[in-house]
């Protein structure tokens, strides 16, 4: 029986915490991926792809999320010998899965809805029935976020980046990403105390 991978067609689960690739063999991976080893390569997106498909679900949905994982991934490729060590390569992979979400998100002309006003965007997100009343889908409500808030708040709240940072990221001010992330947690606010 053939099921489809949730990242993709064709691309097959990513390794486990459990069997992870330790440091000093992700270091070698690396190396040899650089010169051109393509199952060093195969190690390396096995144990980062879940990860990296996680930020793409959370920062642009999970329509395009399969598919930004894999354009993360070739794009990281092209630029593996500009990877210089001077980070972990989870780090420098992830500025770069970054990068490749937020080039899309400007190709897909996203960020003109930057300062959408649709304040009843969660209105249509159901809360999940079971243990408790007061529970609801907090992935689907961050999905249902307009774009801009949507991506502040996944890089601030859940990837932990700074607001300067992700300025400099979005190419916005300091104070429209706080802006945006005041927006983005009394609109998830709201939708919690209905």
């Known amino acids: 029986m053939n099921e489809e991978s949730p990242w993709g067609p064709g691309v097959t689960a990513p390794t486990t915490l459990e069997n992870a690739v330790p440091p000093a063999s992700e270091r070698a991976d690396v190396s040899r991926a650089q010169n051109g080893d393509t199952r060093a390569f195969e190690r390396l997106y096995r144990t980062h792809a879940a990860r990296i498909f ?11 999320a399969g598919e930004l994982t894999q354009d993360v991934f070739v794009r990281a490729w092209e630029k593996l010998r500009t990877f210089r060590g001077e980070s972990a390569f989870g780090t420098w992979l992830h500025r770069v899965a970054i990068n490749v979400i937020l080039h899309r998100r400007g190709v897909l002309n996203v960020e003109r809805g930057r300062l959408d006003d649709d304040e009843g965007a969660l209105d249509q997100v159901a ?10 889908d907090l992935e689907g409500a961050i999905g249902k976020l307009p774009s801009g808030a949507r ?19 979005l ?20 939708h919690l105390c209905r």
């Open 54 to 64: 996680s930020l793409a679900r959370r920062m642009i949905g999970v329509d395009l």
């Open 127 to 136: 809360a999940r029935r079971g243990s408790s009343e007061l529970g609801m």
């Open 151 to 169: 991506v502040v708040f996944v890089l601030h709240d859940v990837e932990g980046f700074k607001h300067e940072e992700i300025a400099d990221l």
């Open 171 to 190: 190419g916005v001010t300091a104070g429209t990403t706080k802006a945006q992330l005041h927006r983005a947690r009394m609109i998830l606010r709201q």
